[in-house]
């Protein structure tokens, strides 16, 4: 029964020996490529030098000791064969297979282990300090079941359940800080721990209910902490951070429907839309019965029913008699169910499924929220993880001092000094930026001032013209005069900010109702083409006001707009038009403008070709990202790619967007060369070729999105599709290309050395725009490197982690350093720089329009992009 685990743990042994890493972890610092890849990562060629130097404090913790023998076990876990038990089919879950462990290490602890604390990885690893009595041993486990069914007329599941659990001496660790698999089963015995009134998520830990903020809707806020040993430059580090999670309450399923509809049950019947937002809310969610006494039983919520109890029947008995969930509690439970006109909960399989009455369900404790947060509930969030940098700083020295006294690194030899970790930073400066003064016939150079400018006595450098646009109201409480005021101030910021838009719409302020918006945009886009036809003209752009930002409503405009009308457009929420503020206004302005064709600002070094490599040669910047659906959409759903590509040089202002669906979940982007259709790659580079005239001769690849575990697939798919869209054009064409892998999702974070100089330039105390490290906490041989290149009033930054995968440019670190940091304050929707690079964030904000495109219930279909809109930026 063993000897297939084996020959595969064999066969991925063998695979892991040819990685140079696979850290699947993304808070980890790995480069995930194979020795025998084609393409060879570049190693770092030097540190940052320019800008000022600093000192900083990171929150990493150098090891003072670690165990330098590892024994390394295989585990191989099945269901005990018994007539009436699980397939031996039937996959065994993460958390079963913990519990079957933790049963098997107690009860075996003093004989078979001899006296030790193995730590455990969920699956099929096992590490332990010292070797055990046994080479390979077999034990039976029996454990109690959790989840049981309901007996309506069918036979019961048993109450235990019987694993087969075969453990298997497999190989010798020693402490080699390169041995990836050495670093796994370091994290595998810090994540091992229980720790006191708290519960685990992945690796972070959260305190219990004592500890949680209302973030309204049945949640809550939770704080807790994240921890990874990961690679440096310092051999081992303990990467400790704060972690925030929204959870659901632990309370009566039928107070969560209360949260949840923001109403009161007995207010009235669940409709059908109330009926689809509660089941995918409760989706998965496991539940215990409170009507049985002291039994609290588990069951995991599948769906909702269409009927409430008093009306929802099946058969019961051998002679399968009709009953009612209302009939069968009152009779086997001397239950009578108060709110019998609500669907029940359906927990079990689609062939098998039971009933619970909402009323006797509640939520177990512990299970974090997977679906997408609302506005309001983001909001809420926000205020929890709002921390001041020193707050932070010493919650995570707080937290480091659990380490020492844990009883497992304490069994593996593993201590951490309660220190963060001293690293020496640069500030690199912030680029000049060109404007136009207010006559619009002079240059104006703007120094930004600690990541910020303004637009007070400034005009856009290339300002926008539209000559034909109109305005739909879809918010009803949005009078035609208060809609056609808000437009009147609209247009005349446009006007002053240096475009050039036409004071009169072609046809009045229209209301139309936004339960028929596809109706409504063709029929308004009718009329305005039945005046616009005659002239040759076409509509340049459209003003929408909406209600709010909730709801399908936005996502639906969007779609239909740039899918199949082919017209640019700006929403604007029915709030800004009651409180209209200049600031508001100059906001949309620069929105309106790029999606006109204009620029906002120019970096006055791209003008002066002085930009670090891609000054003298053309080049195209290109930002790729992939979103991708969220828990509760269910397989049919695809991710989507996105890639936008700059259409200016040496401006490199403007950008075009391509997006395009794939497999559900796949990161790797799996259009960028195409043999039948060219691809997105080529058809940026023809686009380029036609905006400037000029054939790029560097691609810098900007890619977000990527964890450590996927470097290695993601480059080797990618690059070659990239130089394959390059010899599509031409078999002698080979741009040199570089290739940026762009991580936000780490726990690396920097505090400055000395918080009264800091909070006396930046009163929010964090560090200052530009900051970046390369030192210290990076990765010990690639190139890489962490910039914090925006300002942040409120909580703590997150600096950006860059990692070079491949560079035919060569690059220096100072060169990709400044190149990456100056392009951050080129974004065009505001007057700030930006935590990440503007190609990755157009490239971020198009995956997520691109998922709008999506039609509920039509997932399976997808709309191609307007000819009209594909050459401007209409995702700003």
């Known amino acids: 029964m063993s000897c297939m685990p084996c020959l595969r743990a064999r066969a991925m042994r063998k695979k892991n020996r040819n990685l140079r890493s696979s850290g699947g972890d993304e808070g980890g610092i790995t480069s995930g490529l194979s020795s025998r890849h084609p393409f060879s990562i570049p190693k770092r060629n030097g540190f940052v030098s320019v800008g000022e130097s600093c000192i900083l404090k990171t929150n990493h913790f150098k090891p003072s000791t670690y165990c330098d023998n590892i024994y390394r076990y295989e585990v191989f876990m099945n269901y005990e064969f018994l007539s009436s038990g699980p397939s031996h089919a039937t996959a065994i879950s993460c958390g079963v297979k913990r519990a079957v462990m933790r049963k098997l290490c107690k009860m075996y602890r003093e004989s078979h282990l001899r006296g030790r604390r193995p730590a455990y990885d969920g699956r099929n690893r096992l590490y332990a300090s010292g070797p055990f009595s046994f080479e390979s041993e077999t034990f039976v486990i029996t454990l109690q079941n959790e989840e049981d069914s309901l007996d309506y007329g069918q036979t019961p599941q048993r109450p235990t359940t019987v694993f087969s659990v075969t453990i298997t001496y497999n190989a010798f660790l020693t402490g080699a800080i390169d041995s990836e698999e050495f670093i796994q089963a370091c994290n595998t015995v810090l994540c091992e721990s229980p720790i006191e009134g708290h519960f685990r998520v992945g690796r972070s830990f959260y305190r219990s209910s004592a500890m949680f903020h209302e973030l309204g809707g049945g949640l809550k806020g939770c704080c807790g902490f994240y921890r990874s040993i990961q690679r440096s430059q310092m051999g081992l580090s303990l990467n400790i951070d704060t972690s925030y999670k929204a959870f659901i309450k ?384 269910g397989c049919s759903s695809p991710s989507i790619a996105a890639v936008v590509a700059s259409q200016d040089w040496p401006e490199i202002t403007k950008y075009a967007g391509l997006v395009s669906p794939q497999t559900h979940r796949e990161e790797v982007i799996n259009n960028l060369f195409n043999e039948e259709t060219g691809g997105m790659i080529k058809e940026h580079l023809i686009s380029f070729r036609r905006a400037t005239g000029c054939i790029p001769g560097r691609i810098i690849f900007y890619r977000d999105g990527v964890s450590n575990g996927q470097l290695n697939q993601v480059l080797d798919v990618e690059l070659p599709a990239i130089k394959k869209a390059c010899a599509s054009l031409d078999p002698c064409y080979s741009p040199r290309v570089t290739f940026v892998v762009v991580q936000k999702r780490h726990h690396t974070r920097l505090f400055s050395d000395n918080y009264d100089v ?119």
Request: proline share 6%; with cysteine; glycine share 6%.
């Open 250 to 633: 632990p309370q009566l399923v039928i107070d969560f429907v209360a949260e949840l509809l923001c109403r009161r049950i007995s207010d009235g019947p669940i409709n059908y839309i109330e009926r689809l937002k509660i089941a995918k809310a409760l989706h998965g969610i496991k539940v215990y019965v409170t009507h049985r006494g002291d039994v609290r039983k588990k069951y995991r919520i599948s769906g909702l029913s269409s009927e409430g109890a008093s009306k929802l029947s099946f058969p019961v008995g051998d002679h399968g008699t009709q009953k009612t969930v209302m009939q069968y509690f009152q009779e086997k439970h001397g239950y009578d169910i108060q709110h019998f006109v609500l669907p029940c909960l359906q927990v079990g399989n689609q062939q098998r499924p039971n009933y619970l009455p909402m009323e006797v369900c509640k939520i177990a404790e512990g299970q974090h929220y997977r679906e997408q947060l609302n506005e309001e509930q983001l909001s809420a969030l926000r205020e929890v993880t709002c921390q001041r940098p020193i707050e932070k700083e010493l919650a995570i020295l707080q937290t480091s001092k659990l380490y020492n006294a844990d009883p497992y690194t304490k069994e593996f030899g593993i201590t951490f000094y309660n220190k963060l970790t001293t690293v020496e930073g640069r500030v690199l400066p912030p680029p000049y930026l060109k404007f136009l003064d207010r006559t619009g016939k002079n240059d104006v150079l703007v120094l930004p001032k600690v990541g910020k400018w303004d637009m007070w006595c400034k005009k856009m450098v290339n300002g926008g013209v539209v000559n034909t646009w109109a305005c739909i109201n879809f918010a009803w409480e949005v009078t035609d005069a208060h809609a056609l005021n808000f437009c009147d101030e609209l247009v005349l910021m446009c006007n002053v900010s240096g475009m050039d838009l036409r004071p009169e719409p072609v046809l009045p302020v229209a209301a139309y109702d936004p339960k028929s918006v596809a109706r409504s945009l063709k029929k308004h886009h009718k009329r305005v083409m039945n005046i616009l036809g005659p002239r040759r003209q076409k509509l340049d752009l459209l003003i929408l006001i909406l209600p709010d930002n909730n709801g399908t409503l936005y996502g639906d405009i969007k779609r239909i707009l740039e899918t199949d009308i082919g017209v640019v457009s700006q929403c604007c929420l029915a709030k800004h038009v009651f409180m209209p503020k200049k600031q508001y206004f100059a906001n949309v302005a620069l929105k309106i403008n790029v999606k006109a064709g204009g620029r906002n600002t120019v970096l006055v070094s791209a003008l002066e070709r002085k930009l670090p490599r891609i000054g003298k040669i053309p080049t195209i910047i290109f930002g790729a990202d992939v979103s991708h659906p969220h828990p509760g959409e």
């Open 758 to 876: 800091v909070s006396t330039i930046y009163g929010s105390g964090n560090v200052l725009p530009g900051t970046v490290i390369d030192k210290e906490v990076c990765h010990p041989t690639d190139f890489d490197f962490y910039l914090c290149s925006h300002a942040v009033t409120k909580g703590v930054s997150r600096p950006v982690r860059y990692h070079v995968l491949w560079d035919e440019n060569k690059f220096t670190a100072n060169a990709l350093q400044t190149l990456t940091n100056h392009l951050c304050y080129a974004y065009a929707r505001c007057t700030s720089s930006v935590s990440v690079v503007p190609p990755v964030y157009y490239a971020h904000l198009l995956a997520s329009r691109g998922r709008l495109y999506i039609k509920r219930g039509h997932e399976g279909s997808f709309p191609v992009l307007s000819e009209n809109v594909k050459g401007v930026m209409f995702f700003c």
